[in-house]
Structure formats: C-alpha cells, structure tokens
C-alpha cells in the first residue's frame, strides 16, 4: 500500500487512481489466489476495474470540485457583504457623525460669541 504521507504533493485525483491501483492489485492477487484470474485490465479500458473506478475517481473530484466553487462563492460573498457594512458603518455613522458633531459645535461657539457680544439686558437676564 502507498504512504501518502510521505509523497510530496498528491492531487486529490492521483490519491484516488492510487486507490482504485491498490485495489485493483488486490482483486488481481484474490483471483489468483482462487485459481480463476481474469483480465481486471489497466488504465482507460471501458470495461476494465480501472477504467471504472477512474470513472468514479473523475465523477468524485468533479463534485469535489464544484463543492469547493460553491463553499469559495459563498465565502466570497459573506466577505463582500462584511467589508459593506463596514465601510456604511464607517463611512456613515463614524464620518457623518463626526461631521455633524463638528457642525453642532461650530453652532455652539457662534452662540457663545454672540452671547458674549451683545449687550446684557433686563428682559434678556430675567
């Protein structure tokens, strides 16, 4: 049997071929072993045990495949919406607010000068 942790990089498409190869072997040695071998074949034989089981190892990790499209487009799209609602969180909230805040105080300061400026009347101080 292969050691897959000792093989360096190993698409998820070779790991299975191995897999059907490993089997496949032992198919072949139980049919010797029983005395009635016959042709398991190799490779991309329609009708061979290896063509099968790479049918099923391509048909795999092309749901594999689209299982990660799906899980990348979801994240992508959770991200999107997380960076938009941070930035009209900022943008929004933090910018304007701060803009009126500076407004109101601009207001206030007016007020207190002009308080300052005019002259104190009986009516105004009552």
Excluded at 26 to 53: A, D, H, P, W
Excluded at 58 to 82: A, F, G, H, P, T
Aim: aromatic share 8%; proline share 1%; glycine share 4%.
């Amino acid at each position: 049997m292969a050691n897959y942790d000792k093989i360096a990089i190993v698409s998820l498409t070779d790991k299975y071929n191995m897999l059907c190869e490993e089997i496949k072997d032992i198919y072949e040695k139980l049919q010797k072993e029983k005395g009635n071998i016959t042709n398991v074949g190799r490779y991309n034989q329609k009708n061979s045990f290896f063509g099968k089981c790479a049918n099923v190892v391509k048909n795999r990790v092309n749901r594999e495949n689209s299982y990660i499209r799906i899980l990348m487009v979801q994240k992508s799209n959770q991200l999107l919406d997380q960076t938009t609602k941070a930035y009209t969180q900022k943008h929004f909230v933090e910018e304007k607010l701060m803009g009126l805040r500076s407004i109101i105080a601009k207001v206030k300061d007016m007020f207190q000068t002009i308080v300052k400026q005019a002259p104190v009347s009986r009516s105004c101080s009552k």
